[in-house]
């Protein structure tokens, strides 16, 4: 453990640096209330670079912390900013908008997020698996070609434009939408899924010469609706930040951020309410110099979700913190809201 006037050292340059994004010298640290000399102050700035948790750039006799500062940072020195009255109403009166879907929510909550702090924000709603069938139809467009829709009962809409296959005649096709709304509409989508696999398609070939191609769109349509769909907030807030050094690196990271299996497994870790995850800890070399600020959140009966910063090590973490639990709370109370009006209507 560092003494306290180390770790006040080694706080004053985190904060200082990850504000005004240059290095820290004993001039700054002095201004800033060290009650050391400025040599003392340097002898302490050379220790605390022995023990890994500073680096002193070629090009300046000051210091910026190390990765492995941070992480001394956030464990032992980090003291939440208090929001300012006006930051609460922003984020209050952003989540406070008429929202027609579930999706809907959760895809404005990364945009609001990353608009609110400059950094990529990344948002996964509550669980999907315990929710059920609502309905399930078929809209025309033409003659051939028609719109899928289905829903559950907690507001997710999948839709599939699909084309009738020649064999397949309208009334043909609203009878197998009606026998499928029959047989599955109120059950569980895990349940729907399973039947869809072994008793829907004995009862369908009952009736019908051919099914082609209406239950694979159905499969494919639940796939989507069983998905856990993670939504992403200012892509170019992070393809743009100082730590892209050049072309094969941007390249990478844009195919990283188009990646959703990758992005899901960022944010697989969901033990603690909110937790800070700093260079090697996210397990992707393309990250080494990143950070991520998850924070997840309970609804209950609705199941658990993510809402996540992803951004430069030396982003300002008190303020991001504090900034992040809020809004966790608040989008919480948001789809609260949401689906208690859902239930009304049940």
Do not use: C, W
Not at 301 to 326: C, E, F, Q, R, W
């Amino acid at each position: 453990m560092l003494t306290q006037r180390q770790d006040n050292i080694l706080h004053q340059i985190i904060h200082n640096y990850t504000n005004l994004g240059k290095p820290i010298g004993s001039k700054t640290l002095m201004e800033e209330g060290i009650a050391a000399s400025s040599a003392t102050i340097r002898n302490e700035m050379k220790t605390l670079e022995e023990y890994g948790l500073l680096v002193k750039p070629h090009s300046s006799s000051g210091r910026i912390p190390s990765l492995k500062g941070y992480r001394y940072y956030v464990d032992y020195l980090l003291e939440p900013e208090k929001l300012k009255k006006s930051e609460v109403d922003v984020i209050q009166q952003s989540l406070g908008k008429d929202f027609h879907e579930i999706n809907d929510i959760i895809e404005q909550s990364a945009k609001i997020l990353s608009k609110l702090t400059s950094y990529t924000a990344l948002s996964i709603g509550p669980d999907v698996s315990n929710r059920k069938l609502t309905g399930f139809k078929m809209v025309p467009l033409n003659n051939r070609q028609v719109i899928a829709i289905i829903v559950t009962d907690k507001g997710n809409v999948e839709n599939q434009v699909f084309s009738i296959p020649k064999s397949v005649d309208s009334e043909d096709l609203e009878k197998m939408v009606r026998i499928i709304n029959d047989k599955l509409i109120g059950e569980h989508l895990l349940i729907v899924y399973q039947r869809l696999r072994t008793e829907i398609p004995m009862i369908l070939h009952k009736y019908f010469q051919t099914t082609e191609g209406i239950l694979d769109l159905f499969n494919n349509m639940l796939s989507e609706a069983f998905e856990e769909k993670i939504f992403v907030g200012g892509q170019m807030n992070l393809l743009n930040s100082d730590q892209i050094q050049d072309i094969d690196q941007f390249k990478s990271m844009y195919l990283f951020m188009e990646n959703s299996k990758q992005l899901n497994e960022l944010l697989s870790t969901k033990d603690q309410p909110i937790q800070i995850r700093i260079g090697s800890e996210l397990g992707n070399d393309l990250l080494s110099d990143m950070s991520l600020i998850q924070a997840n959140y309970e609804i209950k009966d609705h199941g658990n979700g993510t809402i996540a910063l992803l951004g430069s090590a030396s982003m300002p973490y008190s303020k991001m913190l504090s900034l992040l639990d809020v809004f966790r709370q608040e989008l919480a109370e948001t789809l609260d809201d949401y689906y208690r009006s859902i239930d009304s209507f049940g």
